[in-house]
Structures are given as C-alpha cells and as structure tokens.
C-alpha cells in the first residue's frame, strides 16, 4: 500500500506541479528575451518528438483513464463526496486560477520598440550621434527624422491591426455546478456554483447540454452523454462518452471514452465528471504552450541583420582607411574625421527601413481592400516566399455544409420515399436539428417535393443515443387518409420511422420493400449483404451513410417505455447519403497557386474517405496520404520522408498539424503557409511562416494568424501571394541598388582618396549627393515588377548578396576611374587649385551614375527599351538628375563650393553612360546565366 501511495504522490506531483512568478518579473524576462531574439534566432523543438510537458499530460490522462474510478479518487486526493471548501480553497491558493495560458497584450512601448529594434535605425541613430559630436548638426537630425517616419509607419500598422497575446475570455466565464462537502466531520454535500477559473482538481463537476468542461475531467457518471470536440478537433462531429469503460493505452488521446477535454462541450445526455487537471496541466494546454512565443527571424529578416552586419564591416574597413590617407593629406584631424563620418553615412542605406516599412504598409492597404487584412507586417515578404500551403478541409475546400447526394432504395436506384421518410423523422425531431436534419429539410424545400407534412401528426419520439445510434419519430396521418405510398389499402394508423447508422437500421429490420411490386418481403442475408455493399461503395466516395426504415403501428399499441418493442420488426426503405461539396472556386484558386509555385498539402482530422473524395474533387493528388495514426509510429528519419511525399493528412490532432509544418520548415526547407480556423490549428498556426485565419475563426486562431481574410475564398490568397512578392521584389530593388551603389562609392573613393591631393568631395557635397540618391530611390515601393517574377516563389538568399554586389558594384566603379582620368588628362584637374572644378564633375557624375543604377538594378532586361519603370520612379529620377545637373549653377552650388562645368564635360557624360548602359547589360546576362537569378 505505501509503494502504491508513492507512485500515486509521484503521478500527482507530475501532473500538477505549477512553477509561479510574479507578472511583473515575467513581463520583464518576456520583453528582455523578445529584445535579443530579434537578432538571436530562436531554437525549437524537434518535429518528430513529444516535450517533456506534454508527455506528463499524456500519461497523466492515460493513467486515469485506464484505473478504477476508487484509484482515480486517490490519484487525485479526492472523494466521492467532493472537496471541502477549505481544501478547494487551498489548492486554488497553490495552484493557480483555472486559466490554460495568462498572456498579455504587449504595451505600446514594448510595440515601439519592436518597431525601432532594426538594424538599420540602429545604424542611422549612431550615425547622427557621431554626426552631432562632430558638428554636422543638419545631416544628424535629417537621419533621425527619417528613423522616425520608419519607426512611425511600423508602429501605427502593427497597434492598429495585432495584438501579438491569446485571450481565451470566451471560455473562462462561464459558471460551473460543483459538489462540495462541508467538512470531514459533517458529512454533507452541497452542489454550488463558481466560476470555471476557481476550480480546482479534485472537483467533481455536474454538466449538461450546453456547458463547457471546466477542464479535464474524468467521467464517473454518464446518461447518454454526447460531446462535441470541434473546438480541439475543428470537426462538427459529435463523439460518445461513457463512464464505467477501462481503456486502452494504444486508443488515441481524443478517442478516449471516459475522459472530457478542457474546452469542449457537452451536445446531449448530462453526468458528472472528477476533474483531474486545470489550467497550465490540460490538454489544451499542450496546444497553446508554445505560442505567444516570439518566431525565430525568417530569411528576410536575417537577410537583413546580414546586410547590415556586413555594410557594418565594410564601414569598419574603410572608414578608418579614409580618414588616415585624408589625414596624412590635410593634417586637419577634425576635417578628416567629418569627412570620414560622411562617408560612412553615405555607405548607409538609410531609406531602408523607410522604403521596407512603405513597401510593407503599401501591400498591407492593396491587400485590405482584397478583403485581406495584415496583422504582421513581415508576413507580407513570407507570402512572396511560400511554396507549400498548409489547408485545412473544413470550410476552405468546402462549402462547410452539408448537401443530400443520393436517396436509393435497397437495390441502389433513386427512390421519392426513401426522401421522403426521411424528410418526416427530421421534420418531427423535435431536440436539437443537427447538420444532417438541415440538409434534408433544405433539400426537400429547394427541389420542390410537396410532401404534405401538415397531413402528418407526431405522437412521440425516441431521441438519439451512442448506444442504438439512430433516432425515431412516430406519426399519424388524418383519419380519413391512408398511407397508400408504404402500405396500399390500409387505414390510417401510427408509422414509426426510424433514421441512423446504416448497421443499426438493418439490424432492427425483418423486411425489405421489393423493388418491382413496392410489397415486403423477409430481409434475406444476401439482401443485407448488398445494401452493405452500396453502402461501402458510398463511403469508399467520401460520403456519408444513412439508413431509412419504417413500419405501420396501431395507436392502441403504443408503448413509448419500451423502445426496443418500437423499434422492432421494421421495413428497410433504403439509404440516403450526405457530402460536404467543395467550393466551386476552390479548384481554380489551388490551380492558380500551383501555377505559381505553391503547393496544397490537406491537413485534416477528417476520415481518410472524405479527404480523399474532397480533394479529388479540387484537384489536389491523391496518390500519396496518411493518417494520424500512422505517423504516430513512424521513426524519425520515416516521418519526415513521408512528410515529403504525401499530399493528403487525415484524422490529425493538433500536435500533429504542428510537427508536419515544423518538418516541411526544418527538413524540407519550405517556407510554408497554414490556413485554419479553430483552436485545433493554433499550434500550426504559430509555428507556420505564414499563420492565415479567416474573420468567423475561433478568438484564439484569429490572434495567432498572421492575416487574416474577410471571407473563406482561397482566390483571396492568390492575390495575397502576388502582393507580397510584388512588395519583396521591390525591397529587394533597394537593397540591391544601394549595396551597388554603396561598393562602387567605396572603391572610388579609396582610389580617389590615396591618388588626388585633395578630398575628392567635401563632406558637404558628399551628404547632398547622398540625400538626392536617395529622394530617387522613395518611389520604389511603387514600382513595378515583371509578369515572370510574381509567378514564383521569391525567397531571400543571402550568400546571393555579396555576390551581387561584387559582380556589379565594380562595373560603375570602372567608369568612376575613367571620369577621374579624364579630368586629369583632359582638364588637368588634379592640382588643388583646380580642386573646385574637380568636385563639381564628379558630384554630377556620381549623382547621375547612381540614378542609372535605379534603372539598370530595377529589371533584368534591357531599361528604357524592354522594360519601362512606373511613372514615379521615372519621375522621381528625372527630377533628381535635373537638379543633380542645375545645382552647380545655383547660389545653393556656390556655397556648397561646386563651379560651372563646360558642355563638353556633358558630352563626355553621354558617352560614359552609353559604355556603362553597355557593359553593364553585358554583366547583367552573365550574372543571370551564371547564378540563374537577378532581383
């Protein structure tokens, strides 16, 4: 007994073990670790294998659902007159309150911040610092105002459409019967209520149609208890529960029959329940643990912390190098550390977290007004990336309601009174119309059957239960009527009709209606045997099986006491079967996602039969699926193979909608999306590049979603994916002319510096060339892009960067160096005197060289002749270089130190960017040959 009682203290200290810090505390750690993760990926678990917290829960379950209800009581130090108040209250003080996940939603400073932690702002902040210690006053606030039109833009679409933490309200107020006992002395219960979050394990909890289990419970009393699981399932299917049943350790956790789920609710029958786990320790809470958790960077957010770490050294290079050479030139040290500050300024990008964070707001607003609402900006850049689309049946492929297909006789042929018998047991149900009573109902009314229901009577009915699985109504027709369609020539008299599971009708039948005559006759083996069979063919479609049966009953010999005297010695009519059909835009909007890169992979906890028949219907292959099950024992290595394979994955639960998306993530090296709507989604949700909800979803799956859609359309995420390739393409525009621009102004700038006796631009015109460039740039994001890039999937690789910039950045440097020459050789501007003349032409040069690497950069055809940009990058740039040209002429010019330049020197202009257009084309399509890519 004492070994017995340890083991028991070690399950009980398992299951409800609760480590508690103050929320000030973890607020603190949350914001500290939410700070580093921005630049510190983050780790996760393997997809194949249960947490340490999760195989606690699911032993725990197991264990109590396979003892005897006495050693429930003790695993859970209770009794079965209930908890004393005290105790409750003890345990509620130790424990907790009864809520699975306590998030918050992030303030918003923490919201700012999130905002202002990018790389770039970083970068910029320090260089105006540096740039205000040095004096340069004007060029410090022009980078801080532009870090805070970047910080701004980001921090007003994120607060008006995210809140980053779960609230799971909707399930936590609801009040719940408890029995309580006064004391160990006075031996009296009280049935009370409180509030779902006051209980406590141990508690023995009462519920009925309607109410919530307040947690997992194991059942100890059950009256034809029907429980929907949708909410940890996202099927509308009703499950059975019983109490006094031992269960099998290899039956699946949500197959249990004796234990009810946190969460899910109760559709029919009443009982009572000991609750065994609360809050943190319940099977839900296995499904929210890992979210709210901040996501590791995606590859563009690391692309970027690469560029930035990468321009970072590059200044770190140079700059030093610049500043040395002007210094041994000048002998001025504050001189040369100013102009050495406007070089690394000049080297930063600093538009880009203006021109990402544009980009990004600009395809949030496009895809708003496609009934597509952004809540996390970056997931714009995701949906550019995905190729493999995670979906879930229910409601997306299909309509989400339930049609009639066929009503056959037994012999398989369409049969009016099999529909119409139906119709009735439906018509006269008076508990809870399910989806399959809809269906027939709506389907009699749309197709103009006229079967006279008025002319009908309910006496009675015997309702639906797990054990018989069918229900039945009994009827009457007017006296002075006959039921002449079912039994020719006889009074009116009382009709049971009886409708359920194909099985259990036949079993209650003696007769069959014979085909020809519409007479019974005896019910022989090989007539059961055929109505199977059809049966079976049905299913084998992805349909639904129903069974009709009836016979007549004098009004005298009515018993309702006994159902099975009722429901005895029928005649079987035949059979009528039910499908979810698939949305008619379904197969079009999977067609046009595969015909742009993205493939659909079904994650359902369907039956395998239905999946199949559904996706058949959409288009989606079907030569390769699995069920939950069948993962379940697959090895490591296995499991992630057939996760590549396979296209259909039915009767999945929850953890392993999670482990398939974490395995296409890690092992396949997909960026992969994940469309769903309940809380059975939420874990794939999280985890998934792209979390995509719709506005009807669960409260929990629309605040982990990434976007969400106004309506369950998938050619909503057909325009979605173009928009965020759109917005990638032109970012990656940006990035790409600035680090060309960037390297080639390092390079000409070192040999200038080392070879002229003079800075070959003062920090001044340096800064002002800088800024001109980048007022080019900032009509990008309204750029276009061309028709074949949109059409696949567009994901960041970084080793690709620095190759791009070394192939390209030297190219404009050539024609630097040939600008230098010729001024030295044509113009004799080389000594200090002539140093006036010298900044003017390369300012001009520089300036226009940089405004046609915008064109050269934007397209990987021939500019201007092939491909033209958008009329405001055109705009933008001819503007610039127009100003570009007329500055020198300007009293601006003059203080700025620039002077006149002679037309020859345009003349000369021409010609170098005519050899520039040239060889860098030439570049361009051997870069493109080579690497196989350009933007």
């Known amino acids: 007994m004492d070994t017995r009682n340890s083991i028991n203290e070690n399950l009980v200290n398992k299951g409800h073990h609760i480590y508690r810090i103050s929320e000030k505390r973890r607020r603190l750690i949350a914001f500290i670790t939410g700070c580093f993760r921005k630049f510190i990926p983050a780790k996760s678990r393997e997809g194949g294998t249960r947490s340490e917290a999760e195989e606690k829960v699911y032993s725990w379950i197991y264990t109590l659902a396979q003892a005897h209800k006495d050693l429930v009581f003790e695993y859970v130090r209770s009794t079965e007159r209930g908890l004393s108040f005290k105790e409750a209250e003890r345990r509620l003080k130790e424990g907790g309150r009864n809520i699975p996940l306590n998030h918050t939603f992030p303030s918003w400073w923490q919201l700012w911040w999130n905002a202002f932690l990018h790389p770039f702002n970083i970068i910029l902040v320090v260089m105006a610092i540096l740039s205000y210690l040095a004096s340069d006053n004007a060029n410090g606030s022009i980078m801080l105002v532009l870090v805070l039109i970047s910080v701004g833009l980001r921090f007003h679409q994120e607060y008006n459409s995210s809140r980053a933490a779960m609230h799971l309200s909707e ?124 996501k590791p960077p995606d590859a563009f957010e690391k692309g970027v912390i690469c560029a930035s770490y990468a321009l970072i050294c590059i200044m770190v290079v140079v700059v030093p190098v610049i500043v040395l050479s002007d210094y ?8 040369s550390i100013i102009f050495g500050i406007s070089v690394a300024v000049a080297l930063t990008p600093q538009m880009l977290p203006l021109i990402v964070n544009t980009n990004l707001a600009k395809g949030a607003i496009a895809m708003a007004r496609g009934r597509c609402i952004v809540k996390s900006l970056s997931a714009i850049q995701n949906m550019g990336a995905m190729d493999i689309l995670c979906i879930d049946k229910t409601g997306t492929l299909t309509m ?55 002319k009908w009577r309910k006496i009675d009915e015997v309702p639906f239960d797990f054990v018989r699985r069918r229900m039945s109504v009994i009827v009457e027709t007017d006296l002075n009527s006959t039921l002449d369609d079912t ?34 006759a005896a019910l022989t083996p090989e007539d059961r045997s055929r109505v199977l069979r059809i049966s079976e063919e049905l299913s084998n479609d992805g349909l639904r099986v129903l069974g009709v049966a009836t016979r007549k009953m004098r009004t005298k010999n009515i018993s309702m006491s006994n159902h099975t005297t009722i429901e005895s010695n029928m005649v079987f009519l035949g059979l009528i079967s039910f499908f979810d059909p698939p949305k008619d835009s379904a197969k079009q909007a999977l067609w046009q996602l595969a015909e742009r890169g993205v493939k659909a992979k079904v994650l359902t906890g369907d039956s395998l039969s239905l999946a199949i028949k559904v996706c058949k219907e959409v288009g989606i292959r079907t030569t390769h699926v699995i069920t939950g099950p069948d993962l379940e024992v697959l090895d490591h290595d296995e499991f992630h193979e057939t996760i590549k394979r396979v296209t259909v ?97 390092v390079i000409s700038l070192l040999i200038a510096t080392l070879f002229l006796q003079f800075e ?176």
């Open 760 to 935: 070959p631009l003062t920090p001044k015109q340096l800064l002002t060339q800088n800024f001109l460039y980048n007022i080019g740039q900032i009509a990008i994001p309204w750029d276009r892009m061309e028709e074949g890039y949109v059409k696949t999937p567009q994901r960041w690789s970084s080793k690709e960067l620095p190759i791009f910039m070394l192939w390209n950045g030297p190219v404009c440097s050539i024609f630097d160096i040939a600008t230098f020459l010729f001024l030295r050789f044509y113009y004799g501007a080389y000594r200090l005197s002539a140093s006036n003349f010298f900044h003017t032409a390369w300012f001009v040069e520089g300036l226009l060289m940089q405004a046609l690497i915008i064109h050269m950069v934007r397209t990987e055809k021939i500019p201007f002749i092939q491909d033209m940009a958008s009329w405001p990058v055109i705009f933008s740039t001819i503007t610039v270089t127009a100003v570009g040209i007329i500055i020198p002429f300007t009293p601006v010019g003059k203080v700025m130190g620039l002077t006149y330049l002679p037309l020859s020197y345009f003349g000369f202009l021409v010609v170098l960017f005519l050899g520039y257009f040239t060889l860098g084309q030439v570049v361009k399509r051997a870069y493109i040959l080579t690497n196989r890519q350009w933007l």
């Open 400 to 454: 989400d309601r339930v049609i009639v297909i066929h009503h056959l006789d037994s012999w398989g042929f369409p049969n009016e009174k099999v529909l119409k018998f139906a119709f009735l047991n439906s018509y006269f149900k008076t508990e809870l119309k399910g989806p399959i009573d809809d269906a027939i109902l709506a389907y009699v009314y749309t197709n103009g059957y006229r079967f006279q229901s008025s």
């Open 171 to 294: 399930l936590l107020k609801s009040p719940v019967r408890v029995q309580r006992c006064a004391g160990r002395v006075i031996q009296t219960e009280l049935v009370v209520q409180i509030d779902q979050r006051d209980i406590v394990p141990g508690d023995i909890v009462y519920f009925s149609p309607g109410d919530l289990f307040p947690g997992d419970v194991r059942l100890l009393t059950a009256k034809e208890l029907v429980v929907s699981q949708s909410s940890l399932t996202g099927e509308s299917g009703t499950v059975e529960k019983i109490a006094n049943i031992r269960e099998d350790r290899r039956t699946p956790l949500l197959e249990l029959k004796s234990i009810c789920f946190m969460g899910t609710s109760v559709v029919s029958g009443c009982g009572t329940g000991l609750v065994i786990s609360t809050g943190s320790n319940t099977y839900m809470s296995t499904i929210f643990a890992t979210l709210g958790k901040e």
């Open 487 to 520: 039994y020719p020539g006889i009074e009116a008299a009382s009709c049971v009709i009886s409708k359920g599971a194909l099985e259990e009708v036949l079993n209650i039948c003696t007769s069959i209606e014979q085909i020809d005559t519409g007479v019974t």
């Open 328 to 335: 041994y030139k000048t002998h001025n040290l504050s001189e």
């Open 649 to 745: 994955l039915a009767r999945l639960t929850p953890v392993q909608k999670l482990r398939v998306v974490q395995s296409l993530q890690k092992v396949g090296n997909h960026v992969v999306g994940f469309l769903g709507d309940g809380i059975n989604d939420s874990l794939a949700l999280d985890a998934a590049d792209v979390g995509i909800s719709v506005d009807s979803a669960a409260s929990v799956a629309k605040n982990l979603a990434d976007i969400i859609l106004l309506e369950k359309d998938l050619n909503v995420l057909v325009s979605g994916v173009e928009r965020g390739r759109l917005t990638y393409g032109n970012t990656m525009k940006y990035i790409k002319m600035s680090l060309v621009a960037n390297i080639s102004s």
